[in-house]
């Protein structure tokens, strides 16, 4: 959605996006400057014009020219009801009119209904003219991907800029552009001043003589942090919490990836029948056998099961899934050898009662003296038993295997099951492919201690020093604690030869370079001959916390 068009629906909103216009309702006794009207005038203030009205919605600002009539001014375009000036919460006498504080470019017919008042507002706002409004916009996109605005801070855009003509340039082009915030992105994001080495940053460089030496050092965001270690360590949950849609209805125009078809086949054990349909909970074993003879370029496996799954590849767990709806697409190669190679999977049935089961296997996986790729599927092929691994991923020893079955697909969901697979194995993208990302699930303690906003809050920058609370989460906190403890379980579920091997991994990994020799020491002190669970904890804790690791450069 275009950024004017967006700004419009929630200035004069619909059903489904009023929230930002109406407020926090607050509960108790709360200031005359805390009601919903005035929360308007704030937050249009703020989040479009980055203009503070908070103070001049108790008194005339110290610090600026707005005034409490200009507060009120923009309180009374969304009130419903007469308004009168309340200063220091004692009420003055006077009346507020609706009006904007640039009365230059156009007014609000205070004699007009509300709604029409909102949709006047929403047009003053947004039209070309009014070149504050795309000027507060991109000068934010430039101060997240820069470190600092080009007016600094980002929300009194009354400060000089440092260079005029930089905003004037980059207001224009996100104009030019119809407003699209992703084609301004990428103006600056190509750029070769957003390209250019990093700032080193002194004392003192944030005053009136300031000057651009390069783009700054960013601390990572709450998000991006738990985002990273969710993806190093295999621990990112299944779904999203959001209601959004994550792919456009119409993707731009990409290079055509043919969909190859899918060689996997829903199976399940050769014992059902009309009149045995699989037990709820019902559990079976799958395997196949495969011979690798050189070095593995790349390797993916894509599953699903209905309604659950475990896999192992020679005897490490590689994955679980609890939703048979969206398959998983995973990295194998970590996971196989020279030689013969064994997948097991492990498929539960779900349900109350007796239903169709089913699981679903696909490889792909290339060598580097060959690049012909080998695929193959679940199939007849496969093998299956009634036994299941133990704790430790061995099958027992007098385990029977038979012949599977191939499972008719008649239900409908199924379809999408093995169309979203065809995709995933050939590299479409997809929508319900995505990984979950920490922006999109609820905030944890986590989250929040590393600055993670409440939702009734308008944070335009995050804090770029370490606080207190945060420095203890991140030290003991136990949040952390049991996101490494799970992440720590999930790496040792692959093969590592030594503890060499997993802290070269990690290091490359995680900061983009080898371990330096003073490095490796400290981390083969740390993991020990034999990584455990609680060494490679304590592991991750030490990585996650260099200033390399959390700092954007």
């Not at 011979?291 to 894509?302: C, D, F, Q």
């Not at 319900?432 to 609820?442: D, M, N, Q, T, Y």
């Not at 030490?542 to 954007?552: G, K, N, R, W």
Request: glycine content about 6%.
């Amino acid at each position: 959605m275009p950024y004017d068009e967006f700004a419009r629906e929630l200035i004069a909103p619909t059903a489904a996006s009023e929230g930002f216009s109406k407020g926090i309702i607050w509960r108790g006794a709360v200031s005359v400057a805390q009601a919903p009207e005035l929360q308007f005038s704030q937050s249009v203030s703020q989040v479009f014009l980055g203009i503070n009205m908070k103070c001049a919605s108790c008194h005339d600002s110290f610090i600026d020219r707005w005034k409490l009539k200009d507060a009120y001014g923009l309180a009374a375009i969304y009130s419903d009801h007469p308004m009168e000036l309340v200063r220091c919460d004692i009420p003055t006498g006077k009346s507020a009119s609706a009006g904007w504080p640039f009365p230059e470019l156009g007014q609000v017919d205070a004699n007009k209904p509300r709604a029409e008042r909102l949709v006047q507002l929403a047009a003053l706002l947004t039209q070309p003219d009014n070149a504050r409004f795309q000027r507060t916009m991109v000068n934010r996109l430039w101060h997240r991907l820069m470190g600092r605005g080009i007016v600094h801070p980002v929300d009194a855009m009354q400060t000089e800029p440092w260079s005029q003509d930089l905003l004037d340039v980059l207001a224009n082009h996100f104009v030019a552009q119809k407003y699209d915030l992703k084609a301004t992105l990428e103006f600056i994001a190509t750029s070769r001043a957003y390209q250019s080495q990093a700032e080193v940053q002194l004392r003192d460089v944030d005053g009136k003589d300031y000057l651009y030496r390069g783009p700054r050092g960013k601390r990572l965001t709450a998000e991006q942090f738990v985002d990273l270690v969710w993806r190093l360590t295999g621990t990112t949950p299944f779904k999203i919490d959001a209601g959004v849609q994550r792919m456009p209805t119409k993707p731009a125009a990409a290079p055509e990836v043919k969909v190859a078809p899918l060689l996997a086949q829903p199976i399940w054990s050769n014992d059902v029948t009309a009149q045995r349909l699989p037990a709820a909970g019902e559990a079976r074993t799958f395997r196949r056998s495969f011979t690798i003879a050189g070095e593995v370029e790349h390797a993916l496996l894509v599953a699903t099961a209905d309604n659950s799954f475990e896999i192992l590849v020679n005897g490490k767990t590689l994955a679980k899934g609890e939703n048979w709806a969206v398959p998983q697409l995973l990295d194998l190669a970590p996971f196989l050898k020279l030689g013969r190679n064994q997948i097991i999977m492990v498929g539960r049935n779900g349900g109350t009662g007796p239903n169709v089961a089913a699981v679903w296997c696909q490889v792909a996986l290339r060598l580097r003296n060959n690049k012909n790729e080998v695929t193959f599927g679940s199939d007849a092929t496969w093998e299956w038993s009634a036994a299941l691994p133990n704790a430790k991923g061995v099958m027992p020893v007098k385990a029977a295997w038979l012949p599977v079955a191939k499972v008719p697909v008649e239900a409908a969901p199924w379809k999408k099951a093995e169309t979203m697979m065809a995709q995933m194995i050939s590299g479409v993208p997809s929508s319900e492919g995505l990984l979950p990302r920490a922006s999109l699930v609820k905030s944890d303690l986590l989250q929040r201690s590393l600055g993670r906003p409440n939702r009734e809050q308008i944070v335009s920058s995050r804090p770029t020093e370490l606080s207190t609370l945060e420095a203890i989460d991140l030290s003991n906190g136990t949040a952390l604690t049991s996101l490494l403890e799970r992440g720590a379980i999930s790496l040792l579920r692959r093969p590592w030869k030594s503890s060499e091997e997993l802290a070269r991994w990690l290091y490359l990994s995680t900061l983009c370079r080898p371990p330096s020799a003073a490095e490796m020491k400290v981390a083969l002190e740390l993991l020990g001959a034999q990584p455990t669970e609680h060494s490679t904890a304590d592991f991750l804790w030490a990585i996650f916390m260099l200033p390399e690791f959390q700092t954007i450069r």
